[in-house]
């Protein structure tokens, strides 16, 4: 039987560099990845919510056929299959542009799905105040639409941060291709990937308690920038000085 000792035999002190080079590197590739594919999937929801037939069309289209094609093919594609007809795309390009498409495209679900669950007369109420359609959907749809996107959008997240993980087969030099590379050398699999799967999870545990913690503060109306907490601040202090309201007349007192 293979003892604790006997397992843990890689000189990883040797490797530490390599490994925080591959780590930042993952964190580079979740952050870029992330925020493109929110953008675009915001994007391609407001286009399905679009009342211009074609563009709705488009739109679904898009979301259908990234939806059914594998994280992996779509990176074969991105990196070796745009490379055959002569579109060179460096590793990094690659692999974030990978990401996003395929992550836009379940975003964009999330996202559409939140919009709609907005009540119209929540429009109708924002162009009563003279608001313009821009100003209606930034002031009033978005932030609620927020709140009901946060569960999907953080577990997207978290998925988008392991699925970098599959970046391994174009040379990323994100945290699985450096585990490749210290396998390669040491001949020590299970020890290696034992390691690298234990730095995976301690990315993703904490990032999706501290993304609970944020939904849980959102949804508790907790202003979470300095111009909310400001305003409500301001807001408190104008409702302690106003006057407290008078006492309605007693009966007598309104028959009198």
């Not at 799967?197 to 503060?217: D, K, M, N, T, W």
């Not at 807001?235 to 007192?253: F, G, N, Q, T, Y």
């Amino acid at each position: 039987m293979t003892t604790a000792a006997g397992l843990f035999q890689v000189p990883w002190s040797d490797y530490r560099s390599d490994l925080l080079d591959a780590l930042l590197k993952t964190i580079s590739y979740t952050a870029v990845s992330f925020a493109g594919a929110a953008l675009l999937g915001l994007v391609v929801a407001l286009l399905r919510l679009s009342r211009v037939w074609p563009l709705r069309a488009l739109a679904a289209v898009y979301t259908e056929l990234f939806k059914n094609i594998p994280l992996l093919a779509i990176i074969f594609l991105t990196y070796f299959g745009l490379g055959s007809v002569d579109i060179r795309l460096d590793v990094f390009t690659a692999g974030c542009l990978s990401l996003i498409v395929f992550y836009s495209a379940y975003l964009s679900e999330i996202f559409r799905a939140a919009i709609s669950g907005i009540h119209d007369g929540q429009t109708e109420a924002g162009e009563a105040l003279g608001l313009g359609r821009l100003s209606v959907f930034g002031h009033v749809i978005f932030p609620q639409a927020l709140r009901l996107a946060l569960p999907g959008t953080n577990t997207m997240l978290v998925d988008l941060l392991k699925g970098t993980s599959l970046l391994v087969t174009i040379s990323a030099a994100e945290l699985m291709s450096e585990a490749r590379l210290i396998t390669s050398s040491t001949f020590r699999a299970l020890e290696v990937y034992l390691v690298i799967s234990a730095v995976y999870f301690a990315l993703c545990y904490p990032l999706s308690q501290l993304l609970l913690a944020l939904e849980r503060a959102i949804r508790a109306g907790k202003p979470l920038t300095p111009r909310r907490r400001r305003r409500l601040r301001t807001a408190r202090a104008l409702l302690a000085e106003a006057p407290a309201p008078a006492d309605p007349p007693s009966p007598k007192e309104a028959t009198a």
